[in-house]
Nanobody, 117 residues
Framework: VQLVESGGGLVQAGGSLRLSCAAS????????MRWYRQAPGKQRELVAG????????HYTDSVKDRFTISRDNAKNTMFLQMNRMKPEDTAVYYC???????????WGQGTQVTVSS
C-alpha cells in the first residue's frame, strides 16, 4: 500500500486547511485510518482516527470541535478538515492506515502544516 498526502501549507491563525491521504495498491483490507502530527522537538501524537465504517474513534482534546476526520472508501482516501487553526497546530502531519490482511501499519511521507500568528 502506498500513501500520498496533500493539502499542507502555510495558513494564518483562524484559517482552514484540508489534508488528504490517498491510498493505492492493495487497499481491499484497509481498516482504521488515522492522522498523526509531530511538532518540532515533540513526540508524534495521534490527532484523529476513523474506522472503516466511518466511526470516529478518537480526537485529541486540543482539536475537538475544530478538526473533522472523514473518509471516502470508494476512493480509498482520508481527509482532515482543520478549521480555526492555531499556531500550536504547526507540525508535520502523517496519515497512517492499518490493513487486516496482512496485519500491518503503513505511513505517509508527511505534509508540513504551518500556522502563523
Amino acid at each position: 500500500v502506498q500513501l500520498v498526502e496533500s493539502g499542507g501549507g502555510l495558513v494564518q491563525a483562524g484559517g482552514s486547511l484540508r489534508l488528504s491521504c490517498a491510498a493505492s495498491g492493495s487497499t481491499s483490507s484497509i481498516t482504521t485510518m488515522r492522522w498523526y502530527r509531530q511538532a518540532p522537538g515533540k513526540q508524534r501524537e495521534l490527532v484523529a482516527g476513523i474506522t472503516s465504517g466511518g466511526g470516529i474513534i478518537h480526537y485529541t482534546d486540543s482539536v475537538k470541535d475544530r478538526f473533522t476526520i472523514s473518509r471516502d472508501n470508494a476512493k480509498n482516501t482520508m481527509f482532515l478538515q482543520m478549521n480555526r487553526m492555531k499556531p500550536e497546530d504547526t507540525a508535520v502531519y502523517y496519515c497512517n492506515i492499518q490493513t487486516l490482511v496482512p496485519p500491518y501499519d503503513y505511513w505517509g511521507q508527511g505534509t508540513q502544516v504551518t500556522v502563523s500568528s
